[in-house]
């Protein structure tokens, strides 16, 4: 997510001495995953030093994210308030951020105003992590955050938004003979790495080199008070 973050935790994945019969296979790239960054102090002064009410929030998010990143469409609420498994209560508002600053922005603003936060990727689970039982809360919708970084085929590494769907990675890496241990998830095609992520999924290849949160060498994450944290070496 953030191209001038030079502490990400790299980590060469170990190859090992193959045998012969292996040694035509894709080399397999761990995954560096960077959600939703960035320190917005900026915001703190003006707009979390007093609770709003819900329409002063609206605004607040508008003036962060831009009116395109912000809906009250009832039809798109509809859409955000369920997943493949269930429906809960609609969201006062969506967020669709296209950019780390923003997010973390927005997301300071929602917490400090007592909204809950319900980030949500290519909306394909089955298991109600983004299915809330309140309105009072604020959805992320954070397919906007679709940037695939840059990959290193000496370190075989990859650094992806948490947007970036499995296929995009495997159509970025196939041309190069390369691929992530972990195919991607069971929901199709649509599934984003942050979405799996979450949920700790299996698919194809977790047999052998486990979860897809198993090849993550480092995050970047937006805390609830809009400030950064990094893990990984």
């Known amino acids: 997510v953030l191209e001038n973050a030079e502490q990400d935790g790299r980590v060469r994945f170990a190859r090992g001495d193959q045998?012969?019969?292996?040694?035509?296979?894709?080399?397999?790239?761990?995954?560096?995953?960077?959600?939703?960054?960035?320190?917005?102090?900026?915001?703190?002064?003006?707009?979390?030093?007093?609770?709003m009410t819900a329409h002063d929030l609206v605004d607040a998010l508008i003036a962060i994210a831009g009116p395109a990143a912000v809906?009250?469409?009832?039809?798109?609420?509809?859409?955000?308030?369920g997943d493949l498994y269930a429906t809960g209560a609609h969201p006062f508002v969506v967020v669709r951020p296209t950019s780390p600053e923003a997010v973390a922005a927005c997301v300071a603003a929602c917490v400090a105003n007592g909204f809950a936060v319900y980030p949500r990727g290519g909306g394909l689970s089955y298991t109600g992590g983004y299915v809330p039982q309140t309105e009072r809360r604020v959805t992320f919708a954070l397919r906007g955050l679709n940037g695939i970084v840059g990959y290193s085929e000496e370190d075989l590494t990859i650094r992806v938004q948490s947007g970036v769907t499995w296929k995009q990675i495997h159509e970025v890496l196939s041309p190069k003979?390369?691929?992530?241990?972990?195919?991607?998830?069971?929901?199709?095609?649509?599934?984003?790495?942050?979405g799996g992520l979450s949920h700790g999924a299996?698919?194809?290849?977790?047999?052998?080199?486990?979860?897809?949160?198993?090849?993550?060498?480092?995050?970047?994450?937006a805390l609830a008070d809009g400030t950064r944290l990094s893990t990984g070496q």
């Not at 003979?177 to 942050?194: C, H, K, M």
């Open 19 to 51: 045998p012969s019969h292996q040694a035509n296979r894709p080399r397999h790239p761990s995954v560096t995953l960077f959600f939703l960054v960035f320190r917005c102090r900026q915001y703190k002064a003006h707009w979390l030093n007093t609770v």
């Open 71 to 81: 809906s009250t469409d009832q039809a798109l609420k509809d859409l955000v308030a």
């Open 177 to 194: 003979g390369l691929r992530l241990p972990f195919f991607g998830t069971f929901s199709g095609l649509e599934a984003t790495v942050g």
């Open 202 to 221: 299996l698919f194809f290849g977790s047999a052998r080199y486990g979860s897809a949160a198993e090849m993550v060498l480092g995050l970047e994450v």
